[in-house]
């Protein structure tokens, strides 16, 4: 569903900006409760805020066309992971990591990084990341943007839930197993192709970039650490749905409908959930910035700009 009144956005004044906004694209390393945490930036500190939440096995380089694209309406913001990007991993002695604990981190990020109310897009991970921050503080979000990441179980490929099913219920050491197994660039690549719509025409800078990370033992491990805690993030979707039920947030869902692992039913219970939210299908993969991106921006800038306006405060954020 298309507000309409919000789409009479001045787009040719986004795009002439998005020059000086490339310009000003900076990268960072804040220290948040002992992670070192890799971020880019982009736009006045002064505008409202989105922030960027990539998935798996990605970073936020994920992001780097998406970012100057809207740096001349908003401050942008996309952190890494720890253990993901170019962010640190945790020492192995702090224990295992998951959904909670980069839930923790992000929160941390959030209220360091920003002022005021803030827009998510969440991709893949960010989705459970990025659901868990928008429940623990509905105060700070001004609006969501879901972009091939479930919150129900309609969301995903029966084969893949069956998988994390049954996973779940797995010895440990077999569960590790199997979790290792996926965490390799052949799934990166697999991720950025299966679906998509010109597969031959990507650029693979998409996902060799991610090779850097998944060459590093202690990033395997992270990674490891979060395909095992996949399953813990179905028992929270009752909540995540509750709160979009109660809250109806803002609502842009942009879903690649060719995703081998979460499917375009996942967009449209979404759309049940927040029926006044706009739902673009895409033919294209799970990573539907890649070919789908400048689509995308241009919906985000036409959707969000001005009721952010409206709705953004200046009140300080205040994380656990």
């Known amino acids: 569903m298309v507000r309409g009144r919000w789409r009479t956005l001045p787009l040719c004044a986004c795009l002439l900006a998005c020059g000086a906004a490339a310009q000003s694209m900076s990268r960072h390393t804040i220290q948040l409760h002992g992670d070192s945490v890799f971020y880019r930036e982009a736009g006045d500190p002064g505008l409202p805020t989105i922030v960027l939440l990539h998935g798996f096995p990605s970073s936020s380089h994920m992001f780097r066309d998406l970012m100057p694209a809207l740096a001349g309406q908003f401050h942008v913001l996309a952190p890494d992971y720890p253990g993901m990007g170019y962010s640190a991993a945790p020492p192995e002695q702090r224990g295992a990591v998951t959904f909670d604990s980069l839930a923790d981190t992000i929160e941390r990020f959030v209220a360091s990084a920003s002022q005021g109310k803030v827009i998510l897009y969440m991709q893949d991970f960010g989705g459970p990341v990025g659901m868990r921050l928008?429940?623990?503080?509905?105060?700070?979000?001004?609006?969501?943007?879901?972009?091939?990441?479930?919150?129900?179980?309609?969301?995903?490929?029966?084969?893949?839930?069956?998988?994390?099913?049954?996973?779940?219920?797995?010895?440990?050491?077999?569960?590790?197993?199997?979790?290792?197994?996926?965490?390799?660039?052949?799934?990166?690549?697999?991720?950025?192709?299966?679906?998509?719509?010109?597969?031959?025409?990507?650029?693979?800078?998409?996902?060799?970039?991610?090779?850097?990370?998944?060459?590093?033992?202690?990033?395997?491990?992270?990674m490891t650490d979060?395909?095992?805690?996949?399953?813990?993030?179905?028992?929270?979707?009752?909540?995540?749905?509750?709160y979009l039920k109660a809250r109806q947030p803002p609502t842009l869902v942009v879903w690649g409908d060719g995703d081998p692992l979460f499917p375009p039913a996942g967009a449209e219970a979404l759309r049940q959930l927040v029926p006044s939210a706009e739902v673009v299908h895409y033919a294209t993969g799970h990573f539907a910035l890649e070919e789908e991106g400048a689509d995308i921006a241009r919906r985000i800038l036409a959707y969000f700009v001005r009721p952010v306006r409206a709705a953004t405060d200046t009140a300080p954020h205040t994380s656990r």
């Open 134 to 222: 928008a429940t623990r503080h509905p105060e700070w979000i001004a609006g969501l943007i879901f972009q091939n990441t479930p919150v129900s179980l309609d969301g995903w490929a029966p084969d893949r839930l069956a998988a994390v099913q049954a996973g779940a219920a797995a010895p440990p050491a077999a569960r590790r197993a199997a979790a290792a197994s996926r965490v390799s660039l052949a799934t990166a690549q697999f991720l950025h192709r299966q679906g998509a719509r010109q597969p031959e025409q990507l650029n693979p800078d998409a996902w060799l970039s991610d090779a850097y990370a998944l060459g590093l033992a202690d990033d395997r491990r992270v």
């Open 226 to 242: 979060l395909q095992v805690d996949i399953a813990s993030n179905l028992p929270l979707y009752a909540d995540w749905q509750a």
